[in-house]
């Protein structure tokens, strides 16, 4: 589909425009993002302005530069309060990071990829990839392959085509295939693994959060490193991880949160 065509009209192209400007990090220029976007100069510039008016964006005049604007710390702290499982989990989390001694990872699904909602580091922290409010892959993480996992079949299939299957390290399941192979798997034991599938070193235990009818609310994980632990010691927490899995569930019956697509 052409630029001009998005399926979602011009509030569409309007979101990618912000998601490239998230994406960068950083304050942008109009020509770095000219450059990305598919739609032609005076449709991008068109969009910026609207998005700069609305205060979704800012302009900082002097270096001609784009950033995220203070309306969407607004929108993100509403979201984050109306479709977030943090709230109403932090009690748990500390339950659990208090028991184990290790990090505890809350995370939800978002357009197929994993968006880490809260975390509790461990008695001795470990740097690594995730953290609140970064996203992550879906198929190489312990609390994406877990929500993969209890997905409906057309969530599934949807989950799936925005993998990118990039191998991060030996141990990455980098196939459609392997992936859903190894999803069974995970269904039959009840809990996922991270076999250092992400990142180096970095391992872990994790369990969905599951609605009383079968829908994936989010997940749980308990992670640690190899240094310090193993799989089979994680694995041994899993019956406490579910417990904790199901408070929270418990806790979110009273809460309406958005579909997990």
Same mark, same amino acid.
């Given at each position: 589909?052409?630029?001009?065509?998005?399926? %979602?009209?011009?509030?569409? +192209?309007?979101?990618?425009?912000?998601?490239?400007?998230?994406?960068?990090?950083?304050?942008?220029?109009?020509?770095?993002?000219?450059?990305?976007?598919?739609?032609?100069?005076?449709?991008?510039?068109?969009?910026?302005?609207?998005?700069?008016?609305?205060?979704?964006? /800012?302009? %900082?005049? %002097?270096?001609?530069?784009?950033?995220?604007?203070?309306?969407?710390?607004?929108?993100?702290?509403?979201?984050?309060? @109306?479709?977030?499982?943090?709230?109403?989990?932090?009690?748990?989390?500390?339950?659990?990071?208090?028991?184990?001694?290790?990090?505890?990872?809350?995370?939800?699904?978002? @357009?197929?990829?994993?968006?880490?909602?809260? +975390?509790?580091?461990?008695?001795?922290?470990?740097?690594?990839?995730?953290?609140?409010?970064?996203?992550?892959?879906?198929?190489? /993480?312990?609390?994406?392959?877990?929500?993969?996992?209890?997905?409906?079949?057309?969530?599934?299939?949807?989950?799936?085509?925005?993998?990118?299957?990039?191998?991060? &390290?030996?141990?990455?399941?980098?196939?459609?295939? +392997?992936?859903?192979?190894?999803? +069974?798997?995970?269904?039959?034991?009840?809990?996922?693994?991270?076999?250092?599938?992400?990142?180096?070193?970095?391992?872990?235990?994790?369990?969905?959060?599951?609605?009383?009818?079968?829908?994936?609310?989010?997940?749980?994980?308990?992670?640690?490193?190899?240094?310090? &632990?193993?799989?089979?010691?994680?694995?041994?927490?899993?019956?406490?991880?579910?417990?904790?899995?199901?408070?929270?569930?418990?806790?979110?019956?009273?809460?309406?949160?958005?579909?997990?697509?």
């Amino acid at each position: 589909m052409g630029a001009e065509g998005h399926a %979602d009209g011009t509030v569409g +192209k309007a979101l990618d425009v912000l998601d490239m400007v998230a994406r960068h990090g950083r304050p942008v220029r109009f020509s770095d993002l000219l450059t990305q976007a598919d739609y032609p100069k005076a449709t991008l510039y068109r969009l910026l302005q609207t998005l700069t008016h609305q205060g979704m964006l /800012t302009l %900082d005049p %002097d270096q001609g530069t784009y950033a995220l604007g203070v309306r969407l710390v607004r929108l993100a702290h509403a979201a984050w309060a @109306q479709s977030s499982l943090a709230p109403i989990a932090r009690p748990y989390l500390d339950e659990l990071a208090a028991k184990t001694g290790e990090t505890i990872h809350l995370a939800q699904m978002d @357009q197929g990829q994993v968006l880490y909602v809260d +975390k509790r580091n461990a008695a001795r922290p470990v740097e690594m990839f995730a953290q609140a409010g970064k996203v992550g892959p879906a198929y190489c /993480t312990g609390v994406g392959k877990a929500m993969l996992a209890w997905a409906t079949p057309e969530a599934l299939d949807q989950a799936l085509a925005r993998q990118s299957f990039h191998r991060h &390290t030996d141990h990455t399941l980098d196939t459609p295939d +392997k992936l859903v192979t190894e999803l +069974k798997a995970i269904r039959a034991r009840g809990h996922a693994f991270d076999r250092e599938e992400h990142e180096r070193g970095i391992i872990c235990c994790a369990v969905p959060i599951l609605s009383r009818t079968g829908r994936v609310l989010g997940a749980l994980s308990v992670t640690s490193t190899t240094a310090r &632990t193993t799989l089979e010691a994680l694995e041994g927490q899993s019956g406490l991880i579910k417990d904790i899995a199901a408070k929270i569930a418990t806790e979110a019956e009273s809460w309406r949160f958005p579909e997990q697509n």
